[in-house]
Each structure stands twice: as C-alpha cells, then as structure tokens.
C-alpha cells in the first residue's frame, strides 16, 4: 500500500507537495491545470527521468494500474489493435478448482510471508536503534574534538557531517592490546608543540662534564700536614695540636724583629724574639709549605670546575625541563650541593692543614643528572624530528588518538558488535525462511500458470465491455476477436481508424471499461495475478451527466467496494463525481477513505488534507478562486464570468444588461471587466492576456459593483467572506 506520494520539481510543482495516507480509497479534487495529470502521469511511469525528484513510499511489490490520458494514447491510438484481457472460463471445473486451492494457498503463504516480514522488519528496527543508541555515544568524540581552537580536530577530517560514518570508522578500527600510554591532552601538547604559533625547533641541552673528579680522591685530603719535627718548637706546637693557629699568627709579624722582642700577636706581650721568630719559621719547613701547595691548587681545579658547569638558567628556559621541573630541581641541587660542600671542606681544609678531610664522590650524582638530561634530549630531538616531518608526525598522532578513542568507547562498540551478530543472525534465518515461502509461492503460481491454460480465454472480457456498452446506451460499436489474444473495435460504419471515428465521449467509456477489465482479469495467460493499486484520473472529463452517475456507479461497485484492490486512488475535476464518490456513512469513511484536495497558485501546485464538510459545490469552489489572488489572472477572471452566470442566469433569471448600463460601471478602470464579463464564449477567457489589462483589486471591485447595483450586497458580503 503507498503511504506516501512525494512530487518536487516537474510542471506545475515548483516545491515539493506531499500526499500521505493510510487508507484504502483515496479521492482527490482539483480543478484541471492544477497538477492532478502530472499526479497520475507520475504513477504510470514512475522510472521516467522527469521524476527523478519523486518519489513513493509503502510499496511492497503492488502493481500499479493507471487510467489517464497515457494510458488511452498507449493503449488506443498507438496500436491497430487491443491486446486481449484473458479471464477464467467456467467450462473446465477440475482446473478451476486447482486454480482456486493454488490461489488459497499463495494467500495463505502470503500471510505467512508479511509475519516474517514484520519479525524481520522488527529485528532490522531493534538493530538500527542500538546502533543509534552507540552513535549517540560516539559522537560525543565530535563534540569533545572538534569546533573552535581545538587542536585535535584535524583527526576527524571527513567524519564530522555524519554520526553513522563516525561510528563506522571507530568500529572498523582494531582494539589496542594494551592501554595506550598517551591520554588525548599529551597528544593535545604534542600537535601544538609542532603546529602551533609557537611551534619551534629546541636545541638540545648541555651535560655535566665535571673535570675535578681527581681532587675528590687525592690522598693529601686524609693527611695531617704539620711542620718541621726537628725544630725546637715543634714539641710544644704538637703537644698543643695548635700549629695552624700558630701558621696563622705568622702574617702578624715582620720578616725581621729588629728590637729585642716583638709583641706576641695573640697575647700582645714582648715575647717573640728574633731567636723564637726562625724556630718558628723553621717549624713550618719547605715540605710543609709544599703540602699548603698542593691544598691551594685542588681547591682552585675545583672552584674552577665547579664554575665551568652549565648555569641553571641554561636549563630553566627550556620547555621541556618546564613540564620536569620538580625532577629536574631535584637532580640539579642534589649535583651543585654535593660539589659546594665538597668545597668547602677543602676550603677548610686549607684553613686547618693538620685536619683530615674525606669529600663526597659527585660521580654518581652527576650521572644521575645527566641520565636525566640525556633523555630530555631524546624528548628534544624527537620533538624537533617531528617538526622536521611534520606531516608524518601528525599521522602518527592521529593514529595514537584514533587507538585510544577505540579503548576509551570499546564497551559502546562491543556491545552494539555483538549485538549486532546475535541480531543479523536472526535476521539471515527469517530471510531465508521468507525465500522459503516465497519459493513456496512461486510453485503455486506455476499450478495456476498451468491451470490457466487450460481454461482461460478473451470471450469473457469481449462480453463485459460490450454488455458495459449496451447498459450505457452505447450500441452504434463494440468490441470483437481479432485473434487469440487481440481485440479490435468494430462499429456499424467499417472504416479505417475506427476509434478516432468516436467522440470524445464514446473514447473515454470504452477506454475506460477496457481498463476495468484489465483490472478484472490478466493481461497474460502467465499472468498469476497479485495485489493491485488502482489509480483513476478524471474518467468523465468529456462525458453528460448521465454517464458521469453511471461511470461513478462503476467505479464504486467495481473499485471502492471490493476487496480485489489493495487501494484506490481517483482524480477528478469535478465537485458532483467526487461528492458521488465520497462515502457519506461517517464511521465507514473514517475507516476507508481518505479526501484531498489540489490547488495551483503562483507558487506551484499544493496537496492538502480535505474534511468531508470541506466539500463545495461548484458556484462555491469559484468563490475560492476568486478570494485567491495568486491564482492565474484568466482563472480568477473565468470564474467571475461563472459566478455571473450561475447566480443571475440561472439562479435569479436576470438579464444585467442593464446592470452593465448603470453609471457606477461605466468608469473607464471597469471598461475591462465589462467587456471580458459579456463574452459570449468561455473559450475566449484567454484573451484577457491579449488586453494586458488585469488588475484583481479592479475586478474584484467591479465585480462587487454588480452584485450592490443588482441588490445582493449582502450576498456577494457573505461569498467574499
């Protein structure tokens, strides 16, 4: 069954106009040029190119029956003879019957089939909503990653427009073994590290190349260095343990002690004479003093090296001892305090000779600094490799953020994975079970093709059309055999091109009744029959009322009330068939039928929805016309001319020539509508594109004028309402 009729961009529709339905019977109103042919025409070919903005939903393997002014072109005036419509003969009971159990059964089998369809159907529609479901979720990466600044969205090129390609695309991406070790804001810093404003090349830092290590084990450290033993002080200066206070003092006296005695530098009495001044002097000998040498020289080698090391500036500057900081404070004091104590004790060394001293070996402190720096080197130099090929290196990253995406959302995907296995399991086990009955089908329609021909034959159809004839009133032509499967229409008077011979009238009756046999019957003896949709477009276009009743009789009986059809969709043009058409039971309509109206205006053709109450007749549909100003001029014009007609000619039986004479109509702005108004022939109507004179406020007010002059002002009121 269609459920829906979409037609955009061919003739009259400018924009798209939508019909939506789920009943049986579908009756559509419009008055002609208003779009119902291109409705109808669009049904009867619906692959044709000039509907490739079209489209029908609902279909599930119907076929379509079209009647139109296609269908008698094709099937009329283009072949010299009909092709025949075969039905049953009830002559060969034992194929009838064969027909007939073979005919259950496909119902049968059919129901069975639409069970298994709608299982399947369920199980597609329970998949597609746990992968909605898991898109959801997914797509959670396209708002984290992308929009505004974020560096990051280049990872997402070409899956941003689309939840289900996204989706997609991380599902096909195989699981990491391990957790990668990079989160999305390391890999963040690592792109804005190379492409970035402030992306550059770093130069990669300097070590600790310590160059006192010797000074640290020199044996003269663990010395007690005191003066000569042979002196005559030295007794004293030993038993005292004092000699460097002694060596100290020495920087107090002269080289020379020119009076008796010099005052003694510590205890500033006249006790150092120029006799105690030489022992003293001669306590601290040569090798004394090459000892306090050799002390100055480790200290100075170590001071020196110590000062030759890197400044701690060099490193603090740099980004990526920046992001190390605690570490690299931690290393970096741990070298520079072990050296300044070192030094220190060599400092205090040289001070206190005679004191032993053991310095801390930096050796390892150093090593562990350099360790460090060693690998913020291979950090640098990656980092500046990365620059260097920047278009691998972002490669890279996006496949390390594409790994940890497909970790971080791997339950999402598991699920819907597994989900998916268990559903598409089940749905591969009903298709093949629909094949099955299909197949099933399929034999029962091969019994009915063989049964067929036995017992079918074309006389049937020849006698409906013809006794569809008679009942009409038509008698002066019929149909007749031609051949086994051909009919050809004879009539009193032979002749060549018998059906041009017919009026418009007689054209459309056995047009029309040749297509309800083909709806009846098959168009093949292969023919097996299945369900059909009946589309019927205006059949009494050319017809008196009379036939116009019987025709809308036919269709009701024929169409509208059996159960041969799987839907009905009829156009028409006229206000009286479509009332006749319509059911006025109120519960049986609301059950079956469904009404629609088309109208066309400067913006193209509409469809809409109709109410059973909304139902006009036809004095009433020109009213519409007329309040719509964007309907076509000669329209709106054609329909006043009707409205005259209607209510003076017919309705009150007036002459309005003289209405015409009154001096409120004679001003030359109404000289237009007077004239188009008292044409003769509703022919001519387009002639009011000839005057280029239309103007709708002018009309509508002339027209206004001829209902106040003639003294129904208040029912022109009431129309125009």
């Not at 339905?21 to 419009?30: A, E, P, S, W």
């Not at 068939?577 to 609301?590: A, P, W």
Request: hydrophobic share 30%.
């Amino acid at each position: 069954m269609i459920t829906k009729i979409s037609i955009s961009k061919v003739a009259s529709y400018k924009t798209p106009a939508t019909l939506e339905t789920d009943k049986k019977v579908n009756l559509i109103y419009g008055l002609n040029g208003t779009g119902k042919t291109t409705l109808s025409t669009f049904l009867y070919n619906t692959e044709h190119s000039d509907y490739s903005e079209c489209s029908i939903e609902g279909l599930n393997g119907e076929d379509i029956l079209v009647y139109n002014q296609r269908f008698i072109h094709d099937y009329f005036y283009q072949p010299d003879n009909l092709k025949g419509i075969f039905t049953l003969s009830k002559e060969n009971k034992e194929a009838e019957e064969k027909i007939k159990v073979a005919q259950d059964e496909i119902k049968r089998l059919e129901t069975e089939k639409e069970v298994k369809i709608r299982n399947r159907t369920k199980q597609e529609k329970s998949l597609y909503d746990k992968k909605h479901i898991a898109e959801q979720t997914i797509w959670e990466i396209k708002t984290t990653f992308a929009g505004g600044d974020r560096v990051l969205e280049y990872c997402l090129a070409g899956l941003k427009g689309n939840k289900s390609v996204l989706f997609e695309h991380l599902a096909n991406i195989k699981k990491p073994d391990e957790k990668p070790t990079k989160t999305s804001d390391e890999l963040k810093k690592e792109v804005e590290a190379i492409k970035g404003d402030s992306a550059q090349k770093y130069d990669l830092l300097p070590l600790i190349n310590f160059t006192a290590y010797e000074v640290e084990s020199n044996q003269i450290l663990e010395k007690n260095i005191v003066g000569n033993e042979n002196s005559s002080v030295s007794t004293l200066i030993n038993h005292l343990q004092n000699s460097d206070w002694v060596k100290d003092g020495l920087q107090y006296l002269p080289e020379a002690i020119e009076d008796d005695a010099e005052s003694c530098p510590f205890c500033q009495s006249k006790t150092v004479t120029q006799s105690l001044l030489n022992d003293i002097k001669g306590f601290f000998d040569e090798s004394y003093e090459n000892d306090i040498d050799e002390l100055k020289k480790l200290l100075s080698s170590y001071k020196n090296a110590i000062s030759a090391l890197p400044k701690k500036e060099t490193f603090e500057i740099n980004p990526f001892i920046v992001e190390n900081k605690s570490d690299f404070e931690n290393y970096y004091n741990a070298v520079y305090s072990l050296l300044e104590n070192n030094k220190r004790q060599l400092e205090a060394k040289l001070k206190t000779p005679s004191q032993k001293i053991s310095l801390s070996d930096s050796a390892t402190a150093i090593k562990k600094f350099n360790d460090f720096i060693e690998e913020i080197n291979q950090s640098i130099s990656s980092h500046n490799k990365r620059i260097d090929n920047k278009d691998k290196t972002l490669a890279e990253i996006k496949a390390q953020f594409w790994a940890l995406m497909r970790w971080d959302y791997d339950q999402t995907i598991s699920v819907y994975l597994k989900d998916k296995t268990d559903i598409e399991k089940k749905i591969g086990e009903l298709k093949i079970s629909e094949q099955e009955v299909e197949n099933s089908i399929k034999i029962q329609k091969e019994i009915i093709t063989e049964q067929q021909k036995r017992t079918v034959n074309i006389e049937q159809s020849i006698k409906f059309i013809n006794n569809g004839l008679v009942e009409l009133g038509l008698d002066d032509f019929s149909i007749e055999k031609h051949s086994d499967n051909l009919y050809k229409i004879k009539r009193s008077k032979q002749g060549a091109d018998i059906f041009q011979t017919l009026s418009e009238g007689e054209k459309m009756i056995i047009s029309f009744l040749y297509f309800v046999e083909m709806c009846r019957g098959k168009r093949s003896v292969d023919d097996t029959g299945g369900k059909k949709i009946i589309v019927i477009d205006d059949p009494i276009s050319s017809l008196s009322h009379i036939f116009i009743f019987n025709i809308g009789q036919l269709i009701k009986k024929e169409f509208l009330s059996s159960d041969s059809y799987e839907q009905v969709f009829v156009l028409t043009h006229s206000l009286y068939f479509f009332y006749e058409l319509t059911d006025t039971n109120h519960s049986r309509r609301k059950e079956n039928q469904k009404l629609f109206r088309i109208t066309k205006n400067s913006d193209g053709s509409h469809i809409f929805s109709m109410k059973y109450e909304e139902i006009q007749n036809d004095y009433q549909s020109y009213w519409q016309i007329i309040k719509d100003e964007k309907q076509p001029p000669a329209l709106i014009a054609n329909c006043m001319r009707n409205v005259i007609e209607y209510f003076f000619n017919f309705i009150e039986k007036k002459d309005l020539n003289n209405v015409f004479q009154k001096p409120e109509l004679q001003d030359n702005k109404f000289q237009a509508f007077c004239r188009y108004v008292n044409r003769e022939s509703h022919s001519l109507g387009q002639n009011i594109f000839d005057y280029k004179e239309f103007d709708y406020e002018v009309f509508k007010e002339a027209l206004g004028l001829v209902f106040e002059q003639s003294g129904y002002k208040e029912h022109y009121e009431e129309m125009v309402k």
